[in-house]
C-alpha cells in the first residue's frame, strides 16, 4: 500500500548490526529489514510488493514508554 510505514522502533537490519530503514523485498527474493546501504545493494526499490521505508515515529516511542507495568 504505502510507501513508507510508521513504527515505534526500528529493526535491526537483516545484513549488519545497524539499525533498519527499510522492510523489502531483496534481490534473492526474499524479505528483509535492510538499513540504507543494505537497501541499495539488494533492494529492489519501494512500493506495493517493493518495500517501504521505515519512519521512526518519536511522539510513539514517547506515549509508549511507561515506568513498569
Ligand atoms: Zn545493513
Known amino acids: 500500500m ?3 510505514v510508521i513504527v ?3 529493526p535491526k537490519c537483516d545484513f549488519c548490526s545497524s539499525k533498519a530503514a527499510y522492510d523489502g523485498k ?3 527474493g526474499t524479505w528483509a529489514n535492510m538499513c540504507e546501504y543494505h537497501f541499495v ?3 529492489i ?3 506495493t510488493g517493493k518495500g517501504q521505508r521505515l519512519v521512526l515515529d518519536e511522539k510513539q516511542k514517547t506515549l509508549t514508554r511507561r515506568g513498569g507495568d
Do not use: V
Open 26 to 28: 531483496t534481490r534473492f
Open 41 to 43: 545493494q539488494h533492494g
Open 45 to 47: 526499490g519501494l512500493g
Open 8 to 10: 515505534a522502533e526500528l
Open 2 to 4: 504505502g510507501r513508507q
